[in-house]
């Protein structure tokens, strides 16, 4: 079954993490000194925060698939959507080894696919979205 992902950047990290901790009723699943993410059954989602870099607020959303299948289908999906894509493929990103595909929506509200198939000791390096929709061989 799929889960919604939502990716918040946050101001105060202890805050925060005192907030979300009352408002699900749940300790986080991963609980790192800069990142903290909870793994809930009801709502079935997956709540990541991480300290802001500039502007608190929503970073991205997303679609996790429990098994490559649903993956395959996500990406099925985003191609028949149209939407530009990039395809970051095997990667290392917030404490955790995924398969992961990133677009924007019409009104650019960066979305990622993902699939993960295990934690890690460190964060990992984050992508470069930005080149969501740029040619790669750009002037």
């Known amino acids: 079954m799929k889960r919604l992902h939502m990716n918040l950047r946050v101001n105060d990290l202890a805050v925060s993490t005192n ?27 997956n709540i990541s925060i991480e300290p802001a870099k500039g502007k608190s607020g929503i970073a991205h959303v997303g679609l996790q698939a429990s098994n490559d299948d649903e993956l395959q289908d996500i990406y099925r999906n985003i191609e028949a959507s149209g939407a ?20 924007r929506d019409p009104d650019g509200i960066v979305w990622e696919a993902f699939f993960t198939d295990g934690q890690r000791e460190d964060y990992g390096a984050a992508p470069d979205i930005e080149v969501i929709g740029k040619s790669a061989h750009c002037c």
């Open 84 to 103: 530009d894509t990039f395809e970051e493929g095997e990667t290392q990103c917030c404490y955790a080894h995924s398969y992961k595909t990133w677009t």
């Open 19 to 45: 907030f979300y901790t009352k408002l699900f009723g749940a300790e986080p699943t991963v609980d790192e000194p800069d990142y903290k993410k909870w793994l809930l059954d009801d709502p079935f989602v």
